[in-house]
């Protein structure tokens, strides 16, 4: 059986609202990279006490913070990037 052959080609500026919504995505990125900025500082503060104070724990949650935030900035970042990549990888799949 051969099935019709449909195509799809997302163009976000066909539908009402499209600018609202990609600046709605843009402001969240933005807070969401401040959050990040913030949970940095204060991992890094939880760290530098940690260690200051020979407190391994509190150490330890200011370096998982920090880390915690470099990854999420990433995330953030690449954002668009990872989902056009996967995009395009299942459209292009025959």
Known sequence: MYFAKVNLN???TDLPGSAALQ???NGLAGWALIGSLIALVIGAALWAFGS???NMQQSMAGRRAVATAILSAVLIGAAPMI???FFNTGHGAH
């Open 10 to 12: 997302p163009t976000p």
């Open 83 to 85: 989902i056009n990549f």
């Open 23 to 25: 600046s709605l995505a």
């Open 52 to 54: 200051h104070s020979q």
